[in-house]
């Protein structure tokens, strides 16, 4: 009976008014008068309701806002609050790991970026040529600085300078007279460096000349050596040689590049100095350690200054042998006496001796003490000048496990002999084939040093050569002015044909200079070529120049995929563009000969039978669809071809031999990134 009493527990409720309770709390109250049996007071009238205890104490333990800590306790100790928390703990926890795993994943199987001398041409310079500021008739920095927004405007955001230092301009700046200082006719040292900020200023990079092999003879160190001065007395290669009735016998035959012994009697000294080049441009001895450190010293000078690289020049002269034999001759019954030509000798103990590129790393080395930083990786090209011998030039590479150039200079396509699709598949293939694993190539079709692409192969192909240079793998490199298909001066007085002034306009002397006339003769074509009227047609070079350079960085088949050659003939050279992952193919045919029609289909019968013209050098062409097995190009013609497919070239068995990749990357369509493990 007890235990049955225990198990109901009366609820009275008043029928006047009830006395609020949370359930927490007894109300003393409403005890005090339920407990006063004295009270004469009428007590309201009550009914009673039977309720479960465990429903009244489900019924109070409610959470609310502002519970203490205490009730809080007793709600996170439950088990539908405690399972909650722990599920979303560990999903926290998770999500974490998955993240950060993913992240790691990410990072490491993303291909390597390409740096900033791999993503975009480089705009070569030579500045006495490019724009003069201050009516002299020479170029000059502040004349580069004056341009820097055309630089953008071509979308170009590397600037090689060629030689600015002061010199006597025996050889065009290359027998430097002072490795510190900038010659007064292109300004002086706050004028480069307000440049060197401008460019920065505008994202650009910049690289310039150092030609390490020789200084002038004006040089202070050549002064001092042909006194015997202290140090500087070995920082040349002096030799004796005898001297009678006027003429002198030299220690050998070598033979210097502009032709003549390359030894020249110093009446101060008594001795023969060497010089590869110019007599007004001695040899500096690499063998002496104090000449190599001079050198390392100019490298930081520069680099602390902010310049991004350098193109080491004549690289390949800095040591000869210390036997001092006669160099073969190419031609065994000629007459000793008679050899006067650089070319008559086999140049065996003067060029790429051995220890000469433990030197050329040493400047590697010194370099990339300036590379640490994030975004200022240093730039080094090397112009070996071994234009005979690919092995030799790939040497310049460096090895798998020892740096040295990033590239070693490419004039393969301004060295042609001739002009056809062979010529030109030739030129391509001796590179890309003999070019180590995992280097990066770089294609040059105008130099200082060479004829102008309209002087040297014709007006008609200067638009197909753009275009075969901005859609291989690679650096291209451009020489000023051949974006707008700038020519040879003609005049018979022209020393420098190649080294006309810039054409800005059509106003007197194409807004090179305001001045009354300029170093050389402005060309007679400035009226009609000039970049502020080839600015105004759509149908350009130099709109065409910058269509190709936004196609390229905007494509990743095009800026980084694999390259596969698919034909060529005497008219015609064909190749693809492809990245793994990417069904998007892009296939230049470009005509270096005469008309021609090209079944492509027969060659590659895995094709689409058609494909769009993305770009043509003839714009009117562009977004039209051509048939496969029947490609029509005029003489100089080129198309950039789209097409979609799902089998690549380059994994055709057909053509393993044809398909080179640079830094090989693939394409995820799931992701929209690039990873590397393919």
């Given amino acids: ?265 110093d009446d101060v000294r008594q001795q023969c100095y060497f010089h590869q080049f110019g007599k007004e441009q001695p040899d500096l001895n690499f063998r002496n350690l104090a000449v190599q450190q001079e050198i390392h010293d100019i490298i930081k000078f520069w680099l602390s200054k902010g310049i991004d690289g350098f193109s080491f020049c004549a690289v390949k002269f800095l040591l000869e042998a210390t036997h001092l034999r006669d160099e073969p001759q190419v031609n065994k019954s000629q007459n000793p006496e008679s050899i006067t030509a650089y070319s008559q000798l086999y140049h065996d103990y003067t060029t790429t001796q051995v220890g000469m590129h433990d030197i050329i790393r040493s400047f590697r080395q010194t370099m990339n003490q300036f590379s640490n930083e994030p975004g200022r990786y240093r730039f080094m090209g090397s112009d070996g000048g071994e234009k005979e011998d690919i092995e030799a030039t790939m040497m310049y590479y460096g090895t798998t496990f020892i740096q040295e150039a990033d590239f070693p200079f490419n004039f393969n396509l301004i060295n042609m002999k001739n002009l056809s699709g062979n010529s030109i598949f030739e030129a391509v293939n001796l590179w890309m084939k003999n070019m180590p694993a995992g280097k990066w190539p770089n294609w040059a079709v105008g130099s200082p040093n060479a004829a102008r692409i309209s002087s040297r192969i014709g007006k008609e192909y200067v638009n197909v050569i753009n275009m075969l240079l901005l859609t291989l793998p690679g650096t291209p490199v451009t020489y000023y002015g051949e974006e707008l298909g700038m020519e040879n001066i003609a005049s018979e007085n022209a020393t420098f044909p190649e080294k006309s002034p810039m054409q800005w306009d059509g106003k007197v002397n194409a807004g090179f200079t305001e001045g009354n006339s300029s170093w050389l003769p402005v060309n007679s074509d400035y009226q009609s070529v000039n970049v502020e009227i080839q600015m105004t047609w759509s149908n350009s070079t130099l709109n065409l120049y910058r269509e190709l350079i936004s196609l390229r960085n905007n494509e990743l088949p095009i800026h980084r995929g694999w390259m596969c050659y698919i034909w060529n003939d005497s008219n015609v050279f064909v190749y693809v563009r492809e990245l793994d992952g990417l069904d998007r193919v892009f296939m230049m045919v470009l005509n270096f000969g005469q008309e021609s029609t090209t079944d492509l289909k027969a060659v590659v019968p895995s094709l689409p039978s058609e494909a769009i013209i993305r770009l043509s050098t003839n714009f009117s062409n562009t977004g039209k669809a051509v048939n496969t097995k029947l490609i029509k190009t005029e003489m100089g013609e080129g198309l950039v071809l789209e097409y979609k497919t799902a089998k690549p070239v380059h994994n055709m068995e057909a053509f393993q031999g044809n398909c080179f990749v640079a830094e090989k990357a693939c394409y995820s369509s799931a992701f929209n990134l690039l990873y590397a493990n393919c």
């Fill in 1 to 265: 009976m007890v235990e049955e009493e225990a198990k109901s527990l009366p609820m009275e409720l008043s029928e006047k008014g009830g006395v609020e309770n949370n359930g927490f709390v007894q109300n003393e109250a409403f005890d005090d008068k339920e407990t006063d049996s004295s009270s004469q007071e009428e007590m309201p009238k009550t009914c009673t309701v039977d309720v479960d205890p465990a429903a009244t104490e489900e019924l109070a333990l409610k959470p609310y806002a502002g519970m203490p800590k205490e009730v809080l306790l007793k709600f996170s100790s439950q088990a539908r609050y405690r399972v909650t928390r722990e599920i979303l703990f560990w999903l926290i926890i998770t999500a974490a790991v998955v993240l950060v795993c993913a992240t790691i994943a990410i990072i490491a199987l993303s291909p390597k970026c390409l740096d900033w001398w791999q993503a975009s041409p480089i705009y070569q310079i030579y500045p006495r040529s490019f724009k003069d500021s201050n009516m002299d008739g020479n170029g000059d920095l502040k004349g580069i600085q004056e341009k820097l927004d055309y630089i953008t405007y071509l979308n170009i955001k590397t600037i090689w300078i060629t030689s600015f230092y002061k010199s006597p301009l025996k050889d065009l700046g290359y027998g430097v007279e002072d490795f510190y200082d900038i010659d007064p006719m292109f300004g002086s040292m706050s004028d480069f460096e307000n440049l060197l900020a401008a460019i920065h200023d505008r994202g650009l990079k910049v690289i310039m000349d150092l030609i390490p092999n020789h200084t002038s003879d004006k040089h202070r160190w050549f002064q001092l050596s042909r006194n015997r001065t202290g140090k500087y007395t070995d920082y040349y290669i002096w030799q004796d040689c005898t001297q009678a009735a006027g003429s002198v016998t030299p220690p050998n035959n070598w033979v210097s590049v502009f032709g003549n012994s390359s030894w020249q009697y």
